[in-house]
């Protein structure tokens, strides 16, 4: 994978902390380290400054980069799982725990993870484009109402109603 940016040199004049951090977050360094190693001051103060990285990394990684990130994040995951397995298999609870928590993950990471909420509730984002006529014939026809026969009351888009030929 394409590093996303920075250098590991604290002497060089391009050296960003916060993907240093980040590089030895992945080492599997404790932040109580990466902190110290980084000049952070504590470790709440390294874990934003990475955050803020990542953030600001995603958006200038290309999809082919994001795919690749992506891709590297599930053969970790793979791994982990892995390792983790067979112990799961013969009952530890512990391992089942970890594997059910790398199965988590991996799920979210793929976007296969079901909005059990929004499946419940069935809450839906509809986009209505137009003027009001458009809007409201649009809320009859979700409401199952025949917006067609329910005009009644309407009034045209321009606001200006027929006369009615009553004086």
Known sequence: MTELMGHSDPD????????????L??????????????GYMNETT???AVKGYLQSAALT?????????????????DELQSAWWQSAL??????????????????????LEVDEKAEQTGNK??????GTREYTKALKNLAGVDAELDNQGDEPEDGVKPNSGKV
Not at 25 to 38: D, E, I, N, S, Y
Not at 90 to 111: H, P, W
């Open 61 to 77: 990684l290309s999809n082919q980069q994001k795919a690749e990130a992506l891709a590297t994040e599930i053969a970790r995951l």
């Open 25 to 38: 977050r992945l080492t599997g360094m404790p932040w109580k380290q990466v902190a110290a190693r980084t």
């Open 125 to 130: 984002t509809i986009l209505v484009m137009g």
């Open 12 to 23: 060089d004049e391009t050296f960003d902390p916060r993907y240093e951090a980040h590089r």
């Open 90 to 111: 013969l009952q530890d609870e512990k391992a089942a725990n970890v594997v059910l928590k790398i199965i988590a993950q991996r799920s979210r990471l793929l976007g």
């Open 46 to 48: 390294c874990m934003l």
